[in-house]
Structures are given as C-alpha cells and as structure tokens.
C-alpha cells in the first residue's frame, strides 16, 4: 500500500475515532445535565466533569479541523489497474460509444464535466503540445507521477470541439 495511501487511511480512521468520541461526550453530557437538573449526585463533581469533557470536545473539534479535507473517493491502486486494463481491451467498444454520443449531440457536454482544463502550447522546436487536465486528476494519480496522454483515433478532434 502507498504511503498516501496509508496517511488517507490514517486520517480517515483519525477523523472516525473523533466522531465516536464526540458522539459519547454529547451523550454522557446529557446524562450529567440530567443528573443535575434531578438533583442526583454531588453537583460539584459532574460540573467538573462536564468542564473537562467541553475542553475534550474543544480539543478534539480543534484537531479535527486540522485534519486534511475527506476525499469523496478513495482508489486503490490495483483497481485503477483493472480498470485500465479493461478499458484497454474493450477500446474499440468505447470508440463505438463515443462516437454514438457524439450523433446525439452527448458527448461534449459529457467531456466538459469531466475536462478541467486544456492547455495548447508549442516547444522550442514547433511542436503543438496538449495538456489536458481532468477533475478526476486527484482521484487517480497522486501529484508526484507525471500521466502521459497518447493520441489516439480522434481524441484530439474530440477534444478540439469541446473546448
């Protein structure tokens, strides 16, 4: 598993802990208001009680905070792989699809929600350079790893009349 991977992991289950924790803390507040209104106990122990579980919840919303934005999704690596290498196998169908979309007039309003973003420019040489950005990017590569784009049968057509 990768370490990226792994700190997700950590934070998510970090982030879980934290909502169980405060989950209790309202709870047992509640019992202790109770208890208090009742007139059941010594009240000078479940005041005390209830200021050190606000500063416990203090602490814990504070650490929460700090913690990275959830993602909406998490991939496993070996399931990006499966997945391209299905598409991989079935690219002529996907071709047959595309096109399809493209006749009922679907398919650029399809790529505009999943393109973010193109960038056209030129090398030192003259050559025309594509660099397209998805919003699915954070989902399935981290930031370090360069993707590289292929050509293939109209993509760059298909791309050139989105935009």
């Not at 802990?17 to 007139?39: P, Q, S, W, Y």
């Not at 007039?105 to 998805?134: F, P, Q, W």
């Not at 981290?142 to 049968?153: F, I």
Request: glycine share 4%; proline share 3%.
């Amino acid at each position: 598993m990768s370490t990226l991977h792994k700190k997700v992991e950590d934070d998510d289950a970090r982030r879980k802990h934290i909502g169980r924790r405060l989950a209790v803390i309202e709870k047992d507040n509640e019992r202790l208001t109770d208890m208090l209104i009742d007139g059941i106990g010594d009240s000078r122990v479940i005041d005390s009680r209830i200021k050190a579980q606000a500063q416990e919840r203090t602490q814990l919303e504070n650490e929460i905070k700090t913690l990275p934005q959830l993602r909406s999704i998490s991939v496993h690596p070996s399931a990006i792989k499966a997945f391209a290498e299905k598409i991989s196998v079935h690219r002529p169908k996907f071709e047959m699809a595309l096109y399809l979309l493209d006749e009922m007039g679907e398919l650029s309003r399809l790529i505009r929600e999943i393109v973010k973003s193109i960038t056209v420019s030129r090398d030192d040489e003259g050559r025309l350079h594509l660099a397209v950005e998805s919003w699915l990017d954070p989902f399935l590569h981290p930031k370090s790893e360069l993707m590289k784009a292929h050509r293939g049968w109209g993509a760059v057509s298909l791309v050139a009349k989105a935009v």
